[in-house]
């Protein structure tokens, strides 16, 4: 079981920065896969990026987010982080922190309750 709780959302300008923070607790991480989720109002839930935390440089990022956004983990604070700069209108959205454990029979889904980025003038 892992828990997981957002916070860092609010309000930018078009272009601006802004960093997210994800509290993880329960579960071994050294077992998951770590990312960030982003849900666009209308619009389904779809990957921003991800980290494999066991050794912290394996890394994926959406298309869109290369370049511009970085994703980073804290193994003593137990924090998972989203640098995002150069935000754009349509990045607004709820950002969910998602934790991945792989075991030998699955793997376990867990996600937190969003946090709110709004990127307007």
């Known amino acids: 079981q892992v828990q997981l709780e957002e916070s860092g959302g609010g309000q930018v300008q078009p272009g601006g920065s802004l960093t997210l923070s994800c509290k993880a607790s329960?579960?071994?991480?050294?077992?998951?896969?770590l990312g960030w989720y982003r849900q666009a109002p209308g619009k389904e839930r779809e990957f921003v990026a991800s980290i494999k935390w066991s050794d912290g440089r394996t890394t994926s990022y959406a298309d869109s987010a290369k370049g511009r956004f970085t994703i980073s983990k804290d193994n003593a604070k137990r924090k998972l982080y989203l640098q995002m700069d150069s935000l754009r209108p349509e990045e607004r959205g709820i950002y969910f922190c998602q934790a991945e454990e792989s075991t030998d029979s699955r793997d376990y889904i867990f996600w937190g309750r969003g946090t709110q980025v709004t990127v307007s003038s």
């Open positions: 329960g579960s071994r991480l050294g077992d998951c896969d």
